[in-house]
């Protein structure tokens, strides 16, 4: 049943968590395991969308046991090397539409990404209103975020198939079928002004993001 206070039915929607990254920058490993604010980040990322989705998942390769204090299913790749991020858009719609049954769609969001906005899904469903195979992407300071996104599981075959041929970059793929790129604004914490889909990437920036919730905290 569709929540009376939301636009859209989200058991229709199928969020995955995209943690499969190299995360060289970090030093390598899960960036998503690390601590933040008392928690691991990837626990963040989960507590933010679980609410705006019926179903979620963790995309993620290797030992699937390193993520079991999250309870999710843990999807792998279903292409072999790491062919970037659209493999795991790809392994979630695989995994959603053999695994609910009312997913027409899945939400993609970085496992890096700890302070995504709460209304993120609302408001890509309603930018694509009634067009089924366009694709929505968040867009914050002028720039997309290619990895956080609303994508037609319809589309499996023919992203399996773009994949196979080569492609890897992701707008190049989703300008196919009508990138929508959506606005979101800047979020605060405390008094400083975010980017709601900062992701930190070297351990600077964890440092960082660790003192401004810190200090918001105060």
Not at 105 to 117: E, F, H, Q, Y
Not at 122 to 146: C, D, K, M, N, Q
């Amino acid at each position: 049943m569709t929540d009376r206070n939301s636009p859209y039915d989200r058991n229709q929607i199928t969020g995955v968590v995209l943690a499969g990254g190299q995360s060289r920058r970090m030093g390598g490993g899960d960036k998503g395991l690390l601590e933040l604010a008392g928690k691991a980040m990837l626990g963040h990322v989960i507590d933010r969308l679980s609410p705006q989705v019926g179903r979620m998942a963790i995309n993620a390769n290797g030992d699937p046991s390193r993520f079991a204090p999250f309870a999710l299913p843990v999807v792998a790749d279903t292409m072999s090397g790491f062919v970037g991020p659209l493999a795991g858009v790809l392994a979630g719609m695989r995994w959603s539409a053999g695994n609910v049954s009312a997913t027409r769609w899945i939400v993609t969001v970085a496992g890096d990404a700890p302070m995504l906005p709460l209304d993120l899904v609302s408001r890509l469903t309603a930018a694509v209103g009634a067009r089924e195979t366009a694709i929505a992407l968040a867009r914050s300071a002028g720039e997309v975020h290619p990895v956080i996104g609303l994508w037609p599981v319809a589309l499996a075959d023919d992203l399996e198939a773009a994949l196979e041929s080569g492609v890897r970059k992701v707008l190049h793929w989703t300008d196919r079928h009508g990138t929508v790129a959506v606005d979101f604004p800047m979020t605060r914490i405390g008094r400083i002004e975010v980017d709601p889909f900062f992701n930190a990437n070297t351990p600077q920036e964890l440092d960082s993001l660790r003192a401004m919730l810190a200090k918001a905290a105060i």
